[in-house]
């Protein structure tokens, strides 16, 4: 299909571009490398090629998350959404961005989230998981009360809040230990960031604040599937279940959340997906330049869904979520 939006695309700028080096080997990283500070190029026209109108550019990860000096990271972060506004002034019909924000610094990050939103003219923000604060083994996660205040501006604003993946701590992957092959996309990513999500939802967060929409790439990091078990698990012990949140797990996960096809081009788990947590809270994406713009666009254009399915998936979805104009 022509039209589609993504909402999972990375750039980076010379401060985080480095971060992104060590998921590749050295010779593919001379591609990763030239794909990821490209926005105007190759990038351009891939995207007039495979159908996408549109990329909701982001930093690349884990950057300002993993800067444990708040100032240093504010400062980052501004410099990013400062060089990512400029790229999308220049071509405002093809990108729109999201905010990087010092998380490290809740009150930072709020008052960062709104610069970007009311003077940069961005549309969300994406974060990389927990951010490291004040030292590299000091970390914090999104539900903790220190973040209710920012939570209150994303409420406020009424912007959806991308929450992307990062790799654990050395200290904390222990059972990765000797299978590294495990780390990043593979299987950690979505590891971690399945168990932020879930925290979210059972914190009592979206009770407080129940228009804050979280969306989550790679088809919803195995929670479509998951959602069922955790809801149910011990079906026969009565009040199995203990948490701060009022309702099922579930229902914040169908009301409170939308997921996207980034970096998981599978047709089964597209289906299920779409079982799960509903075709209008699934939204395209292609994770470039991390993926491949026509590994992403060929199987979705193909995928056996209706046609009124792949138009929502691949684009309105987008448009309503995000408040964007359709030319
Ligand atoms: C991503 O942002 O999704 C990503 C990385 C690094 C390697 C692979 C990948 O940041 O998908
Ligand atoms: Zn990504």
Redesign the pocket.
């Known amino acids: 299909m022509r039209g589609k939006i993504g909402l999972e695309e ?1 750039f980076a700028i010379d401060d985080t571009l480095l971060d ?1 080096k060590g ?1 590749f080997p050295e010779d593919i990283w001379v591609e990763v490398r030239e794909r990821v500070l490209d926005l105007h190029g190759r990038r351009l026209r891939l995207m007039d090629e495979f159908g996408m109108d549109m990329m909701i550019l982001s930093l ?2 884990p950057a300002i998350q993993s800067i444990p000096d708040a100032k240093k990271a504010n400062e980052i972060a501004r410099k990013a959404n400062d060089y990512l506004a400029e790229a999308v002034k220049k071509n405002p019909k093809r990108f729109r961005g999201l905010a990087a924000l010092p998380l490290q610094d809740p009150e930072l990050a709020a008052k960062e989230l709104q610069r970007c939103v009311k003077d940069l003219g961005m549309v969300g923000a994406l974060a990389n998981g927990f951010s490291q604060i004040g030292d590299p083994n000091t970390i914090a996660y999104l539900d903790e009360k220190q973040y209710w205040p920012f939570w209150s501006m994303v409420a406020d604003l009424d912007v959806p809040f991308y929450l ?2 990062r790799n654990p701590l050395p200290q904390h992957s222990r059972i990765y230990e000797g299978h590294g092959w495990l780390m ?2 593979t299987w950690a990513f979505g590891q971690e960031t399945a168990v932020h999500a879930l925290r979210l939802m059972g914190s009592g967060l979206f009770d407080k604040y129940p228009k804050v929409n979280i969306i989550l790439g790679h088809m919803g990091e195995g929670l479509p599937f998951s959602m069922w078990r955790v809801v149910n698990t011990n079906g026969w012990i009565p009040n199995r279940h203990h948490y701060p949140a009022k309702k099922k797990i579930s229902e914040y996960f169908q009301n409170n959340f939308y997921i996207t096809t980034s ?1 998981n081009f599978h047709t089964p788990a597209l289906l299920s997906a779409m079982l799960a947590i509903g075709t209008d809270r699934i939204m395209f994406s292609t ?1 470039w330049p ?2 491949n713009i026509d590994h992403a666009a060929v199987w979705f254009d193909t995928a056996t869904i209706s046609e009124d399915d792949r138009m929502k998936i691949g684009r309105t979805n987008a448009l309503k979520l995000f408040k964007l104009k359709g030319s």
């Open positions: 990375h992104s998921f690349n990860a992307h993946p990043g996309p970096g994770d991390f993926e």
